[in-house]
């Protein structure tokens, strides 16, 4: 078998032991194909806490949950991110669940979980189950227990799903190594055995059922009394790297010449040159069908492996925004070159009609910009930041449907999991960029910068000018306070300038929040208006100003005592 993928071997062991019931579950799933690559591996073990059925039911509830809703989420997401979204929403189910009927009241479980997804892995754990890992015949612990010390009771638990509204859950993540054992057990195994039999069991049973069964029998025979479950996963085969396979699958690809109507490309003809950036070209080409396409790929002077990398990153993040807001990826498994293939609408870009000398009405306006902020809700609800809206990339077709262009700077949380290309300065257009992201002090962009650019966006539609002026690439802008758009347009009502200069208001906590807020600020209109923001004072549009004023008036003072000291 193929190495391209990883490979493991598992085995599970859950036994009653001496109580009357087993409030143990333990579960894994292992997906295949695109899953496997975007999501992994996940294994959990749980042991429930609350007496009668409601320990199993707990245990039972939380391990099945986990693994059904943590393939549910966004791929775009990072493993963190699922894992506590979905733990999240249990741990609310089980404290409502418990705080129904006295006969459920209390009922809770303790879980370790593991994901392995490429050459990573990433642990959740609450409670005392333990996660341990075997590498090279050493055993090593790596989580950490959750329970109080009594004198006279055992170990109570701190932490638990359902134990408490608000769930602190443990998170790790380290790199896989071939050979490697991981081994999850509930605490009726691991405070039975003790670390010393636990690794001479692993080192001694080769195949991962074989040692589960041993753990859970040899603790069970021992004279464990609670049940006994474990869980074990034996790293067979790695992934060759650790990008995602649609980086390593395109990267090694040549670029594609520069190409003229006409030519042909793995079946595809050339129509037009549509764009042309400082890395990037967008042809229009037509398939075998006829049916059009955006074709998009790197200048040929631009063959490095970061700017591959990137546009790999970029096909990867598109494939996964499965919108109507924005151009889906064509699918075009016989490439020999590096691009990708994006859904072809007619129509134009908002800057396109701003060129030709359409004039956008305020009404206008205000449509585009609900539209624009429920793509852009999408794209953040999959924890994506676009980091360049502006009207170049923003498209109406033909039939007045709105589509958000251009992922190529996007961003997500998945970085996380190993970006592959390094960036020096957040990216995106000068004039639309908040002030947070300038300067020596400025931070990565996020949601509200995202925001501002919409709100300079919807200013510009309207005023054809940018609220601060504009901005050239490598200048040190200073940001006072915004013009108001209706210095040039006197007919824009007074609720939307208030919106606008919400949108885009020198300091993040002035503006709109969340993509929702500012879409309530519009679809509520005149009906509910904002507030029109008051001037800031000029201290605080310059806050040197109060030295400026101190060293001038300095220096008036001592020309006025050199004066009376030459009269003398």
């Known amino acids: 078998m193929s190495t391209a993928t990883l490979q493991i071997s598992l085995g599970y062991s859950s036994l009653t032991g001496p109580r009357t019931k087993n409030e143990d579950f333990c579960g894994a799933a292992t997906p295949e194909g695109p899953e496997l690559d975007a999501k992994g591996i996940l294994a959990v073990v749980a042991d429930g806490v609350g007496g009668h059925a409601n320990g199993r039911e707990a245990s039972e509830y939380t391990v099945r949950g986990l693994l059904s809703d943590y393939y549910a989420t966004p791929d775009t997401w990072a493993v963190n991110k699922s894992l506590d979204t979905v733990l999240a929403a249990l741990n609310r189910w089980l404290v409502s669940h418990a705080a129904r009927t006295r006969e459920t009241a209390g009922m809770a479980t303790t879980l370790s979980a593991i994901v392995l997804r490429g050459r990573r892995y990433y642990l959740a754990h609450v409670g005392d189950t333990r996660i341990y890992r075997l590498r090279a015949g050493k055993l090593e ?4 227990d959750h329970v109080w010390e009594h004198p006279e009771l055992k170990n109570v638990l701190s932490r638990a799903v359902g134990l408490d509204a608000h769930l602190s859950v443990d998170y790790a993540d380290g790199e896989l190594e071939a050979g490697d054992v991981f081994a999850l057990m509930s605490d009726g195994v691991w405070a039975q055995l003790g670390e010393r039999k636990i690794a001479d069991i692993l080192r001694m049973e080769t195949d991962p059922q074989d040692a589960a069964a041993r753990l859970a029998m040899g603790a069970e025979d021992g004279g464990s009394p609670d049940n006994c479950t474990a869980l074990v996963l034996r790293i067979d085969a790695l992934p060759p790297d650790r990008l995602r396979d649609n980086i390593a699958r395109l990267h090694h690809l040549p670029l594609p010449p ?13 129509d037009t040159l549509l764009h042309e950036s400082v890395a990037t070209l967008l042809y229009r080409v037509r398939d075998a069908k006829g049916q059009a396409h955006v074709l998009k790929t790197l200048r040929p002077e631009h063959d490095d492996a970061q700017a591959a990398a990137a546009l790999a990153h970029e096909e990867w993040l598109a494939r996964r925004v499965n919108d109507a807001w924005f151009p889906q990826v064509v699918p075009h498994p016989g490439r020999s070159h590096l691009y990708y293939l994006m859904s072809w609408h007619e129509g134009a870009t908002l800057k396109a009609r701003l060129d030709n000398g359409h004039r956008f009405g305020a009404g206008e306006v205000a449509g585009l910009g609900t539209r624009i902020l429920k793509g852009i809700a999408g794209l953040h609800r999959l924890s994506i930041i676009h980091r360049d809206i502006k ?16 992922l190529g700077v996007a961003a997500s949380d998945s970085h996380a999991d190993g970006q592959p290309f390094e960036e020096i300065n957040n990216p995106g257009t000068p004039s639309y960029m908040a002030p947070e992201l300038y300067g020596p002090k400025a931070i990565p962009a996020n949601e509200q910068t995202d925001l501002y650019a ?17 901005i050239e690439p490598f200048q040190t802008p200073r940001f006072g306070d915004p013009v108001p758009p209706t210095r040039y347009r006197p007919d824009i009502p007074g609720w939307l300038e208030a919106v606008l200069l919400k949108a885009v208001a020198r300091e993040p906590k002035a503006r709109f929040e969340t993509a929702e807020e500012f879409l309530l600020a519009l679809e509520r209109g005149a009906n509910r208006p904002l ?20 060293a001038a008036g300095s220096l008036v003072l001592n020309i006025f005592l050199i004066y009376l000291m030459l009269l003398r």
Not at 258 to 270: E, N
Not at 454 to 470: A, M, N, Q
Not at 531 to 547: M, T
């Open 141 to 144: 612990p790596l989580t950490t």
């Open 258 to 270: 520069r190409l003229k109507p006409g030519q042909q490309i793995d079946g595809l003809t050339i």
């Open 391 to 406: 009207p170049d990339n923003l498209h109406l077709d033909t039939e007045g449907r709105l589509r958000i262009l251009d």
């Open 454 to 470: 919409i709100g300079v966006t919807l200013y510009e539609l309207l005023t054809r000018k940018y609220p601060y002026g504009e």
């Open 531 to 550: 507030a029109v923001p008051r001037k800031s004072p000029l201290l605080e549009r310059d806050p040197q100003l109060g030295l400026k004023l101190l």
